[in-house]
């Protein structure tokens, strides 16, 4: 299981809270000098960030409060201009930036950020991207980590899902189980997981699918050939989610995620560029892409093994 999903506190203690506000005020000169610098030359690095679940109240450790994410929000409009992830990417891939940007996306697919944040986001055009995890929306069933957790909450309908699509959100793919796939070497369960959980999505909410996030995100949970596959299926980006900023000049097919907590000193740390954790961005599992990556979305949906995936299986339900 992966660590975000591991961790035993809610919240960053208020000590730590204090120590990083510290720290963050006393770097503010590297961090300023270094952004116009950047700014200059047309280096300055794309954030993308990560969110679950936005509620009332955190009752775990990937729970923001609906208060907390209004804050986070507001500050971050401030600060960066709030672009989609396409936009992050042609960003990256022109390989010149000059002005702070800033995409927010959510994963796993909870009903509850459709009580507040995701109709707040719409009604303040606000773009965001939104990865689902295809078994839990068909199913209902809670996600295992809540399970573990002792907490379950409802994933989202599929009703929803569409709705959002409809709305013009960018849905993309979360795997259909929620598995880690850097532990599949099964090119059959990867090319489900991935192309597989693609094509069902598209076909059900009748919209291109062109991204994908690795369940759990860490290094560890994504190895050269899963990236080979998602590259294979035609996925124009995939996401990770252990931190890192995005630089002009990056393949951007693989972009770096940093992930939200509840609370508003540790997104303006990371999102303005954390000293301690430049270098992190650099440990990216990388491949070497072909020129031209290969689109076998001809139009046709299709899932691998057409008669034994379960992505396939669910979606006649
Ligand atoms: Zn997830």
Known sequence: MNCLYRSHHLARPLWKRLVLTVYYHATRPVRWRRHLRAAAAGRVPVVILFYHRVAEAADNPWTVSQRMFARQVTWLRKNFELVDLAESQRRIRHGVNHRPCACI?????????????????????????????????????PFAHDLLWGKPHAPNTLEQICALADAGVEIGSHGFSHADLGAIDNRQVLDCELAGSRDTLQRLIRRTVRYFAFPFGQPSNITPLALRLAWEAGYEAVCSAYGGLNLPGDDGFHLLRIGVDDDLIGLVNAATGDPRHLSKQRQMPRIVLAETPPHPDDGQAKCYPPATCPAAVESQH
């Not at 009903?111 to 199913?139: G, K, M, Q």
């Open 105 to 141: 996306t959510f994963d796993d697919g909870y009903a509850d950020n459709c009580t507040y944040a995701l109709p707040w986001l719409l009604r303040e055009r606000i773009p965001f991207a939104y990865f689902v995890t295809l078994h839990n929306v068909l199913s209902g069933e």
